[in-house]
């Protein structure tokens, strides 16, 4: 015994010789992915069998006296006293130290392998990393290796290669020629906070667990929910793939207008620049999307290549600048008075109106000439000089003669020549200082200079440099933001990470100080070292067609060209790789239907639907055809993904949710609030149209997802706001009773399903779909007979029916379920337990006990007595619409017709308040509304007619108003014989609770064709409800004859006839006491009115639409239940369709506002 023991149960699984994670498993389980099923079995090699354990088949050892070993398919199998050890294998003898939790191991396993698979776990991205090795081995997959990315390589760079973009290379000198350096520090300093503010609160949500592939928006959509989710992830995507515009129109400028200008098909500026822009971006975008088709591992190989292009451009900047302290670069700007002059149109390079003629250079006096061109009149002529006029005299003037006719502003100012690069000590930032916005088509001007005639306008037909679009403050935001974007890129390869959760937050952090700081010492640079005209010209005419910030550059203006030429080609080849996995990522999770089929691509998982889906839409961002308006566009995007990642970490940090737990811990719900509302200030700051667009974009694809998208629960923040919302709310509504104007009726619902589980009446649920328009608390209950334990099942098929019947109504609530032995139990239950604090159902709506009198089942009517009870102590209001299946679906309005009300009696107003909330919906929407009330003799009808309509008049409800008159009239005969007839059934129906004996007796009585009564519920009828017996169906074999049954009353010759053919017949003593039954005077009474108010109803409200009446209350005395019954089955005699209302005791309408 010691020896099995030894041989079966070691200590360690390490402790056994050749036991290991690579020996092969003997059960053929998958150890490769996440599975939280039956217990793990521990992976067996061959030596451990050649060890001596003698758990196989023939193995013979000698086993405990409990245990018993089954041999068998090659395995010994020990069965014991526990049910799940019936199969259990051999691997189960480690589980001897967990004997108390065997029998629930498939549901709760073992820490140790939950630990093995969770180590086991493998964060698959679908970034470019894994596409890149599926082109490279084909169908053969490579071994999976662990990421081994650390932040310098996997964050740092690609952050700084996604933020230095076309912004910086084409528009920063322009932003701060124009903004002055003081406003556009404070436009750097604004867009670098917002960047810097997410990307604490980035880093928080990426650091609180582990972020798959998927990047922004994986977090926002698994921290704000799949609607919010769905919306910023699309808006991040178009961000994105306008940004693959602006980059390839960054890229088509640097080309066309300063590498190969001869290249523009369309000679000529404006108009024909922009169709330029469009032929050739269209074809750079078309060998882009080629080039990211064939292959990611292209894109991510050249990357390097890009990302060194702009570090070398952004450091050729730095080292021009410190050397234009010493030696100013050589670009002379031509100025007209205070004007700039154009470098194209200098054909000669004579920044002069005339100079000497060629072969009199040696003549020429140089004191004469700079007399003569500091003058503003004619030449004096000299024998000894000949002068001639230069290129841009024929330009200003009618001809190149001196006599010819000029422009009065040419005229009146001389030429002048200033260094464009004045240099880093020459002072020109206090002129660059203050801001200098211009309206399109004002000529760029340096102030300082002395000129004639200023006011003079400017023609465009003239060489000056012109400004091109309206600038100001906000325009220049909307340009310059995109320049800081590109935050994500580290997150977004959070699979490629050795350690994704520190990595992040330090790479991004860093790569974003590093941004600002060069931003904003460009800033100073430019402002410091390159003169205001020429910042302010946008496209470098000034300095002969050179890019601005290239003058600046050191050694050569070709550095940062070819550089900013080659950077922007990367960024949109990253662009137009990213966006297409982001929507990729979108329709995988199948959120949004009309996406799915984005989601499928070629065998390796390359997005080829996406792809194309994007160049598209980067194709119309092209045919913009200008990058000052597709930057706001983007601009728009990219802050509305930053606001809702700010939005995500402030409401976790507030909401203090249990797994809102990381490990980024600088961060804190004001910052995250100052982000997005920096965020939502610079989208209406930089164009409130646009802002206005892309917010209205995003709403409809939230109502989208919230309507027809996919049910998700992510365990998101929304859903933790919601909860803490409903709370609050919950709470302040306990704090008192609703007032009478805040009444609405908070239904429930209770219906009743048949064996199958199926609603028996459906349209009792439109009906209130028609009642509460879908508003209001609304619960839909049944109860299932049996014991919860054992009906587990049939209580999830009935929620789930209640569930599909709601979504097929269109109703909005919630479905509530009790298991109960006895119905009318579970009802009480239902109505005293439903709802919570404030929101508990104040209306319980129920359906009418259909052919009560021939049912098998007599509790249906009894359960029905006994909800009308539990409701009005309950002090609910009571809702029974009767001839439930002839009321109109949603999908058939009534056109025309009434809603007649009988007001007998006043309990809380509902009779007036129902037709009113009714008529809200379009089923009855075109319906009148009468009301009528019954007066007595004693009454004035004229003065109550008057009184009703002035009573209406305050509550706002339109009606037409009858007062109907009851005489006071004898109780006709017909009135006495259908109490008679209702007593006797009553009085047969308690004699019938005899012996199993007295029953088939009477049974067989009853069962008599020369009987002159029968009785309708004789063989069907159960005992009482404090009986448990059980039921007997002794006289079923009278259903045939169902339809001949008909109910007679007693009368003396029919007794005596009865007598004489019965002679030989025993009768039960209490059967022959139905013969002298009187009615009682009471129930007399009651069916009188009974009798009357139906005359009434009937006669007015023949062909009413719908008929609501007040319900009597059930009878103190529980013998007189069936007595009740009858009552109201006679009161509604007749009519098509009936809801019996009872007022729950409180107003619940008033005239007051």
Known sequence: MASVRFTVTPTKAEDLP?????????????????????????????????????TTSGGGAETPDHCSVEQGDGNSKISNVYINNTHVDDDDFYDRNLALFEEEMDTRPKVSSFLNRLANYTNLTQGAKEHEEAESIGEKKKAYKSPQMGTFMGVYLPCLQNIFGVILFLRLTWVVGTAGVLQALCIVFICCCCTMLTAI????????????????????????????????????YLGTTFAGSMYILGAI?????????????????????????RIYGSICLLLMAL??????????????????CVIISIVSIYIGALVSAFKQPDFPVCMLGNRT??????????????????????????????????????????????????????????????????????????????????????????????????????????????????????????????????????VLVGIFFPSVTGIMAGSNRSGDLKDAQRSIPIGTILAILTTSIVYLSTVVLFGACIEGVVLRDKFGESVKGNLVVGTLAWPSPWVIVIGSFFSTCGAGLQSLTGAPRLLQAIA??????????????KANGEPTWALLLTALIAELGILIASLDMVAPILTMFFLMCYLFVNLACGLQTLLRTPNWRPRFSYYHWTLSFLGMTICLALMFISSWYYAIIAMVIAGMIYKYIEYNGAEKEWGDGIRGLSLSAARYALLRLEEGPPHTKNWRPQLLVLLKLDEDAHVKSPRLLTFASQLKAGKGL????????????????????????????????????????IVAQKPHEGISHMIQSSGLGGMKPNTVVMGWPHAWRQSEDPQAWKTFINTVRVTTAAHLALLVPKNISLFPSNSEPCTEGYIDVWWIVHDGGMLMLLPFLLRQHKVWRKCGMRIFTVAQMEDNSIQMKKDLATFLYHLRIEADVEVVEMHNSDISAYTYERTLMMEQRCQMLRQMRLSKSDREREAQLVKDRNSMLRLTSIGSDDEDDTDGGERDRAASSSSAEHHRRIQMTWTKEK??????????????????????????????????????????????????RLVLLNMPGPPKNPEGDENYMEFLEVLTEGLERVLLVRGGGSEVITIYS
Not at 37 to 51: C, H, I, K, T, W
Not at 294 to 300: H, L, R, S, T
Not at 592 to 597: A, C, E, G, Q, S
Request: hydrophobic fraction near 35%; include cysteine; glycine fraction near 8%.
């Open 588 to 601: 995988k999770d199948n959120i949004i239907p009309f996406l799915r089929v984005f989601g499928h691509g």
């Open 778 to 817: 609304t619960i839909v209950g049944t109860v299932v007979s049996g014991n919860f334990l054992k009906s587990y099942g049939e209580f999830l098929a009935a929620e789930q029916t209640l569930k599909h019947l709601m979504d097929k109504e269109r109703v909005k609530g919630f479905s509530q379920c």
């Open 341 to 474: 002059i154009s470098g194209h149109d200098i054909e000669d390079k004579q920044c002069k109106k005339m100079v000497p003629f060629k072969n009199t250079t040696e003549i020429f006096d140089s004191n004469f000439t700079a007399n003569y061109e500091n003058s503003t009149v004619g030449p004096t002529h000299s024998p000894a000089v000949v002068m001639e006029t230069t290129s841009l005299w024929k330009v200003f003037c009618d001809g190149p003669e001196l006599s010819a006719s000029c422009d009065e502003y040419f005229a009146s100012n001389n030429f002048s020549e200033i260094k464009g690069i004045p240099g880093l000590t020459s002072g020109v930032i206090s002129e660059n200082f203050w801001s200098s916005y211009l309206s399109k088509g004002d000529v760029i001007e340096k102030k300082s200079l002395s000129s004639s005639n200023v006011g003079h306008p400017a023609s465009t037909r003239y060489p000056y440099v012109f400004a091109d679009i309206t600038t100001s403050f906000m």
């Open 253 to 277: 400028e640097i080309l066309l207008m300063y590498i190969l200008p001869e290249a523009a098909i369309f000679k000529g500026e404006g108009p024909a620049m922009l169709n330029n822009m």
């Open 291 to 308: 080039l990211v088709f064939v292959g990611v591992k292209y894109v991510n190989k050249l990357a390097s290549i890009f990302l060194a």
């Open 201 to 236: 609160s980035m880093s928080a949500i990426a650091t609180n667990g582990v972020v798959p592939a998927g990047g922004s928006y994986f977090m926002i959509s698994r921290s704000l929910g799949p609607e919010f989710g769905g919306a910023v992830g699309l808006c991040f």
């Open 1055 to 1104: 007794s005596l006839q009865y007598r004489v053919s019965h002679s030989g017949c025993s009768t039960p003593e209490g059967f022959r006491d139905m013969l002298s039954i009187k009615p009682d005077q009471s129930n007399v009474r009651r069916m009188h009115t009974a009798v009357k108010l139906n005359e009434v109803i009937v006669n007015k409200s023949h062909d009413a």
């Open 18 to 54: 050749g036991l290991s994670d690579t020996s092969p498993d003997l059960s053929s389980r998958p150890s490769n992915r996440v599975h939280f099923g039956s217990r793990e079995s521990v992976n067996r090699s061959e030596p451990l069998s050649d060890a001596g354990v003698t």
